[in-house]
């Protein structure tokens, strides 16, 4: 069974740079079928997509968080990553990654807390 | 950005009690619509895709319907492991967005 793990520090600083990876296992990255997501939910309240990435490259950005965001992607490693710059209070969340298949998300990662603190 | 909202917010009910989450969209999404349960403290779970299709190894009690603007998540039986929290999402066009959330609790 495919399985998503997310890392990365758990305390960033105000005004750094937030960085997260996702290691698949049990699966490959490779597939062309899927894309790759990360999704993130502040401590009680909803799930906020914040882009999706492929095998190849390509790469989808919520607006909001656009101008702040980069993903990428290890074929190598089976592995893609999150960077989010110029943190603030309001980025502390549980940072998820996940597969989505169609758009809809049927494997996650546990989950991450990243708390935005100085 | 389409908007996706759920009512009710928070839901009470009992063991063995249908119940009935709706999800409306602000513009048409066909069909494109999946929901998820979360958990205290967990990720969240694939139910249904594609408004009707059930995820992999999803109990029967879990049903999707609808079309367009307007879904609705049924669960037939509610059992003592559906206490949680669902989310509707759509995937029809980015930024793919999530309803704000229902809470199913105990009555």
């Known amino acids: 069974q495919l399985q998503l793990q997310e890392s990365g520090p758990g305390l960033v600083k105000p005004s750094e740079t937030l960085s997260l990876t996702c290691t698949v296992s049990?699966?490959?990255?490779?597939?062309?079928?899927?894309?790759w997501v990360w999704i993130r939910q502040p401590p009680g309240r909803g799930l906020e997509w914040i882009g999706s990435?492929?095998?190849?490259?390509?790469?989808y950005y919520n607006p909001s968080l656009k101008s702040r965001v980069t993903l990428s992607v290890d074929t190598s490693k089976n592995q893609f990553s999150l960077r989010l710059t110029s943190v603030t209070a309001a980025d502390t969340a549980v940072y998820y990654c996940?597969?989505?298949?169609?758009?809809?998300?049927?494997?996650w990662g546990q989950g991450t807390l990243v708390t935005v603190s100085s | 950005d389409i908007q996706m909202t759920q009512s009710p917010s928070t839901l009470s009910a009992s063991v063995g009690d249908r119940v009935t989450i709706t999800c409306r969209a602000s513009?048409?999404?066909?069909?494109?619509l999946a929901w998820y349960q979360q958990k205290p403290g967990k990720a969240p779970e694939l139910l249904i895709y594609?408004?009707?299709s059930l995820g992999s190894g999803v109990p029967s009690r879990f049903g999707g319907s609808g079309s367009g603007t307007e879904f609705t998540l049924t669960i037939s039986s509610l059992q003592p492991d559906d206490f949680a929290s669902y989310y509707c999402?759509?995937?029809?066009?980015?930024?793919?967005?999530f309803g704000q959330g229902t809470k199913v609790e105990i009555k």
């Open positions: 996940a597969r989505s298949v169609g758009g809809s998300h049927d494997y």
């Open positions: 990435i492929s095998s190849t490259g390509t790469t």
């Open positions: 594609k408004a009707s």
């Open positions: 999402q759509q995937y029809n066009s980015h930024p793919w967005t």
């Open positions: 049990d699966g490959s990255i490779s597939s062309s079928r899927y894309y």
């Open positions: 513009q048409s999404i066909s069909t494109w």
